[in-house]
């Protein structure tokens, strides 16, 4: 079976990660907590103390701070953050440990404020908390070696199971918010205990079906998920539980997950999700998926926490099955839809994350997505998921069976494991995304194979390796104890455009260098993005800004404002050459409020 | 002081508006009555009777009912209706009559459902209504002679007067919705009682002085209507308050209000309409105006009376001072932005009027316009409003001074009027729109001037007279006592682009032939009309379709469906030649809900 090699046993040595994943520690942990301590998210989890004026712990604050815990926990785990990150998580453990019900529930919410609500609504989020502290707990142990909350886990799921499996006696039988499912799956790897995975199966097998919960697309329980062929619903929701069907394939080897996860991602990739890797395009639809194709730029939802879903469950198909498009989508997400959610300071953030921002639309009352990352949010999902993300960024690295590693992504790293009972370690030299060139070398794994990834925005890649490249992925066999192989990816930067069915986007492209994504700004280009435009043959300059990345510049043109001043006149339209300067899409919005734009016109 | 030639003194003999105007009286005025006698409009201005369940009187419905009777009085007084019609309306005018109050009050909401609520609320409708029953009272004098509904006004307003000027009794000192104004203006143009004028100066005078009603840009009360520069806030309202001034300025000879006129109407026209005439681009502020060029296809509001009140205004501008920009805009809203309020069957609403439709967007949750036209709406001044333009569409041809005659608009018609004592006529035989030539034959007006509109989108007009072109009008004498002009006006189609601020349109073109705007439609072009184009030197050729007017069809183009199915692909724009049928926009949605698009993309 195909297993990961987990984000601890490799640490970045330099390049673009190692710099998010330093901003993480040093800033957006320190930063997230401190949100959480003002609103009271941390005290609330002391039950002795009353809760402070108008911080009544809400249902899903415990999800927060876990997700914050596992995020720190992360860190420690490799080697990062410092005693007092150590100590805050401690008591945060301790916290819970103490205030564990006697039959195993925890929820400062439920516990302490509505105790008679307990598993009476599907909708109120218990199962999501629930998974998000197991996934702590299973990152906790990875960071400490200290099993307190892996134990509380263990408690909590034998009441869990003999609530939802022996008994049936909550008033639904399966999660509104799915995250429990992966989360269990995680116990399972970490402890190795069969029940977690029971519990998991359990609750994958009975969603969709009738009695369970209502019926509804809005949190993928329309019809049993083996029969789901479109992604529908709560974006976050579906990219969490696509997970799970995934790790099940996987590691139950069920062909029907398999298939159903296929057909999901297919839908998704190649219909319904931006080009930033955003997905779930409505807000007003519940943060949903709406139809194929409808991929607004303006008044799209693209959760950030969708875009980690939609990485997650990429992920878990690399493990699944190498084939490059799994790679493909994961980068697309980690460099754009994701990192787009995070301010450069690595204080602030965005919920929402358009491709397309004209500031004065605010003035027609309706509903658009903020234009400027915020430092905290009532609903605080995203801050502490980038926490995460970026803690064990390094878990989207590497797979392995049984005699091949697989290199799913491109960092400056090093990677020391155990392969079959052999310490193997594996270098890569890079300074991708800018530079296309890495340098593996690999060490002590003579006679294994290796199975590198293609990107799919390569036209040409070369390796100094006898290779075969299937579904993506280049083969090649290690023949000694120190093998040092080149790789090139012939990264250009490219005009992209969206199928035509992607109305908005019809005679607009989108500037991309491999897996980064580019944007105009106002800031850079002038008002009124809409009148610029890039010729199809545009050659892009480099021009590397210490601040927002690697930034490109094309001779373009604008369109000139009509001489006359008039609101309708003939057809005539003029153009005068201008520079355009496009900055990479996650660097968006830090340098003041401004009008943006990844698609710009082709002329 | 030039006035206005009413709509009654001309008959028209065929052509566009002729079948519009019978479509009115023969569908419009009877499905509209229907409709209200349905909802219980009609049945609650008979106090004595109950009003049935569900059918308490809407503070607006009186409003909606006296609109309508406008509208039918209109009909009856240029000879269409019959003696049905006549007799509906004389029974809404025997019940106004029989109830009014003693002290002169009107309303069917206020007197039956909430009569502690008199005068107590600006924004309850109470003024507005007021003012629709005045302009009906106008009307019913013009169609029968009758005095009752004068009789009731006069009463009315001597209260209204009382409340309002002496007292100050009312819990506010101005309309919140506007339309009172210009009603009093039309009841002293038919009774020459000065008291009219005097109330409705004393509303356009006191309108945005402290403490009248809250200072908002909603209702034009946010500053003195005499400085306001920038047209704000409600549309509909916008529009009637600006006819108001309009009419003031010419009436009393007031500079300080044509100015303001002037630069409200310069706004309006050149930086806040719809290239169709409709004004008001968000539902959502208000069906309200909001910042310049902000002038959205597919989530405007455009309301039916929005453009009904800009033509409105239009026409008073046009009597305060020849210019014909003002012609221009009344005829872009006549032909485009309110006519397509109606369907071609003559009884079925839009109340939106949208320049760009996908059905699908429906799915997405959001608030965007309906896509079909509707038999009724629960608030509904749409409908009403269309009958008395309809009815009244000849008030739109002329106005009068000492010596001149001034021809603003082109209907196939036969118009006789006094002039200084002497009966004379002038007699106008056009296809109009389709086709560009107008006969004018002018009887007994030999020494007299004529002032002939120039159509701002002609480039070369021709009269076979010796002419003098000042502010858009042709200038000519009458040297004997039956003269014919011949007037060319050139019509071709163009491709019109929208100023470069909005941005929207960057790139597109909308095609106009005259004064009317043209559409795509799926139903003729296929789906995905974005996909299509049309090349700057387009040539078009005449499609005359019975049912939906003059049509038009180039040779044109589609962006190709991308071979590989990709959602992202390297830029690499295809293209198929398609024939392109452009229909006008007025007629669209006539032919079941589909994809439209009045902007096409130019290649």
Redesign the interface.
């Known amino acids: 079976m195909t297993t990961h090699i987990p984000y601890y046993k490799t640490k970045l040595t330099g390049g673009f990660w190692k710099l998010k994943q330093d901003l993480n520690t040093a800033h957006t942990i320190p930063a997230v907590y401190e949100r959480f301590k003002e609103t009271g998210r941390i005290i609330t989890l002391d039950f002795e103390t009353p809760w402070p004026q108008g911080q009544e712990p809400h249902i899903y604050w415990l999800s927060d701070v876990v997700k914050w815990l596992e995020g720190a926990a992360d860190t420690l785990a490799i080697g990062q953050g410092d005693n007092e990150l150590r100590e805050k998580c401690a008591w945060i453990v301790e916290q819970i440990a103490k205030y564990q019900a006697e039959d195993g529930y925890f929820n400062n919410h439920f516990q302490r404020v509505a105790p008679e609500k307990r598993w009476t609504d599907w909708n109120l989020h218990e199962l999501y908390c629930a998974g998000h502290l197991f996934e702590a707990a299973v990152a906790w142990k990875e960071a400490t070696g200290e099993d307190t909350l892996l134990n509380v886990s263990s408690k909590f799921v034998d009441y869990i199971e003999r609530v939802f499996v022996t008994e049936k006696s909550a008033a639904f039988q399966t999660p509104g918010h799915e995250e429990i499912e992966l989360a269990l799956i995680k116990l399972h790897a970490a402890t190795g205990d069969e029940k977690y995975l029971r519990l998991a199966r359990y609750f994958v097998d009975t969603r969709g079906t009738p009695g369970t919960i209502p019926n509804v697309k809005a949190v993928q329980a329309h019809k049993p998920l083996r029969e789901q062929t479109e992604a529908e619903g709560h974006a976050v929701r579906a990219g969490y539980i696509y997970s799970a069907m995934a790790d099940l394939a996987r590691i139950d080897g069920d062909e029907s997950l398999a298939k159903a996860c296929r057909a999901l991602f297919a839908n998704i ?3 319904r ?1 931006s ?1 930033t890797g955003g997905i779930g ?2 807000a ?3 943060e949903a998926f ?2 194929d194709y ?1 991929l607004p730029n303006i ?1 799209t939802y693209n959760e950030t926490c969708a875009a980690i879903s939609l990485a997650m469950f990429a992920r878990r198909m690399s493990a699944l099955e190498p084939d490059s498009r799994y790679g493909d989508v994961a980068e697309l997400c980690l460099y754009n839809g994701i990192l787009a959610g995070l301010s450069l300071d690595g204080e602030k953030f965005f919920y929402e994350c358009p491709l397309e921002i ?1 500031p ?2 605010k ?5 658009f997505p903020i234009t400027q990352r915020v430092a905290v949010f009532s609903c605080s999902c995203c801050p502490p998921n980038l926490n995460r993300v970026l803690g064990s960024i390094t878990d989207y690295l590497y797979t392995k069976d049984a005699d091949t590693l697989y290199i799913h992504h491109f960092m400056d790293s090093e990677t020391a494991f155990d392969w079959n009972g052999k310490a193997v370690s594996v270098k890569q030299v890079t300074d991708y995304p800018w530079d296309d060139h890495v340098a593996f070398v690999f060490k002590g794994m003579a006679g294994r194979r290796i199975a590198v990834r293609r990107p799919g925005w390569s036209d040409n890649c070369s390796l100094t390796a006898k290779t075969k490249l299937t579904n993506g992925y280049y083969y090649f066999n290690i023949t000694s104890d120190e093998e040092t192989i080149q790789y090139d990816m012939n990264v250009e930067v ?11 986007d ?2 607009r ?2 500037v991309q260098r491999g897996p980064v994504v580019y944007c105009l700004e106002a800031i850079d280009n002038g008002d ?4 610029l ?1 890039v010729t ?1 043959d545009a050659k892009f300059s480099l021009k590397p800004d210490d601040r927002l990345g690697l930034c490109l510049e094309t001779a373009g043109w604008r ?4 001489a006359d ?9 003029q153009w005068a050459e201008q520079t355009l300067r496009f900055i990479p899409y996650y660097a968006f919005a830090n340098r003041g409020e401004s009008e943006m734009s990844v698609f710009v ?3």
């Open positions: 990739s190649t219909r999700m080009i395009s409505s007003a639809k519940g709406t139809f409808d008044n004209h004065r639309l003035e027609r009352n309706e509903r490219k005009l992209m455009s969206a199928h035509t069915n992607v109305w908005e019809i005679g492209a989108a009124n993005l809409r009148a435009a199809p369109v000139k404002v009509p001043g008039k609101l309708y006149a003939p057809y005539n339209e016109r082709v002329k």
